[in-house]
């Protein structure tokens, strides 16, 4: 089991994740296995992951003020967390979420 950096109780905490893509071009089929990726090897079930394509929800977009993509929102555990761009630095993306013990 990985180690978590927020304490004790952080192994047992929901990560609550949105993804947002724009249509399925190969940047966003990227973002989209290397997230699933991360959350099978590192929270599993424990997450919630929500793949939003901007063209078909842009409200959804536009309530979370959402300028580009890919974008990774992290709501939950706290501190929210945003993530723009190329999520292919798997260190980068694990760090940013909090969890410690990666590669």
């Known amino acids: 089991m990985p180690a978590w950096d927020e304490g004790a109780d952080a192994g047992s905490q929901r990560f ?12 966003s089929l990227r973002a989209i296995a290397q997230m699933t990726s991360i959350c ?15 063209y078909q929800h842009p409200s959804m977009a536009s309530q979370d003020q959402i300028i ?32 410690a013990g990666s590669d």
């Open 16 to 27: 609550i994740l949105r993804l947002y893509v724009t249509g399925m071009t190969p940047r």
């Open 68 to 99: 580009a993509s890919p974008t990774l929102l992290k709501t939950s555990p706290p501190p929210e967390t945003r993530l723009i761009g190329e999520l292919s630095d798997r260190t980068r993306v694990l760090n940013s979420l909090g969890i």
């Open 40 to 54: 099978s090897e590192y929270l599993p079930d424990r997450h919630d992951l929500e793949i939003i394509d901007i």
